[in-house]
């Protein structure tokens, strides 16, 4: 336990109470080699760190790169490195096979095999009545489907994110409020006049990723270097930490 520096009972008692921080919180891709026992692709791991630490990653890639696999197991990641009722992971694809089918099943599946808590259906994660995840289709929601979502820490994917329309674009954007937020648009941009295309623009905010029609997923060039001042970043922190501990 790391010693506080406050003498005031009440902050002593709040510091022994709080759960500890989760060793996989800024390490996705530890937690899908250590929870779930697979090991993902260097590129996969990239994007999950990408979305760890930007607020709105898209990435452009053809069918066959696990781009299902990789949001599956960013969603159970995210539920399982905060305590419950802290969290939430919405997911959204433009047909409800590609939410419950696609999506959701490989959320079952990474769930099995971490052996996290909650119950699952076809488009929900509860703890007991505590809903925690939900997958839908834009037929779903309403302009209201949004308001009840007040968690700290939010995650939202868009898969498939070509064919999701404006209006739901908007209301996931509404939720980006929260100062832990963070976007993962994901899918072929094939339509120039989509929401998705206009996140490739390069003023558009977004860390973009892309991939070759056969190859691994790839940064854009205008993104290299950014990628690596956050690896950078990133093992410096930790080795900091690491050395802080000692």
């Known amino acids: 336990m790391f010693a506080t520096s406050t003498t005031d009972p009440w902050l002593i008692a709040a510091e022994a109470l709080a759960p500890t921080p989760s060793p996989y919180i800024d390490d996705p891709a530890l937690w899908v080699v250590e929870r779930v026992r697979e090991h993902p692709w260097s590129i996969q791991a990239e994007v ?6 930007e607020r709105y990653v898209a990435v452009k890639s053809c069918h066959g790169v696990g781009k299902s696999w990789l949001a599956s197991r960013l969603v159970c990641w995210w539920i399982d490195i905060h305590p419950v009722g802290s969290a939430f992971a919405v997911t959204t694809a433009p047909s409800g096979d590609q ?8 959320i079952g599946v990474a769930h099995e095999r971490a052996g996290l808590g909650g119950k699952l259906n076809e488009r ?6 505590r809903t925690v995840a939900i997958g ?5 929601y309403s302009p209201t489907i949004f308001q009840g979502i007040h ?22 954007r509404s939720l980006m409020t929260n100062a832990d937020a963070h976007m993962l648009a994901i899918g ?23 991939s070759e029609t056969s ?13 690596r001042r956050l690896r950078t970043s990133s093992r410096g922190a930790r080795s900091s930490e690491a050395a802080r501990r000692s």
């Open 124 to 129: 929900d994660w509860k703890f007991g009545r």
């Open 188 to 210: 072929n941009p094939d339509d120039p006049g989509s929401e998705f295309a206009r996140c490739f623009r390069p003023d558009s905010g977004w860390l973009r990723l892309s």
């Open 99 to 106: 939410v419950k089918v696609i999506l959701w099943r490989e």
């Open 151 to 172: 968690e700290q820490h939010l995650l939202i994917i868009l898969d498939e994110a070509c064919g999701i329309p404006q209006s739901l674009w908007d209301a996931a």
């Open 215 to 227: 190859g691994p997923l790839r940064y854009l060039p205008q993104e290299v270097t950014r990628s």
């Open 136 to 140: 839908r289709k834009p037929n779903d």
């Open 48 to 53: 999950m760190e990408a979305v760890r630490r």
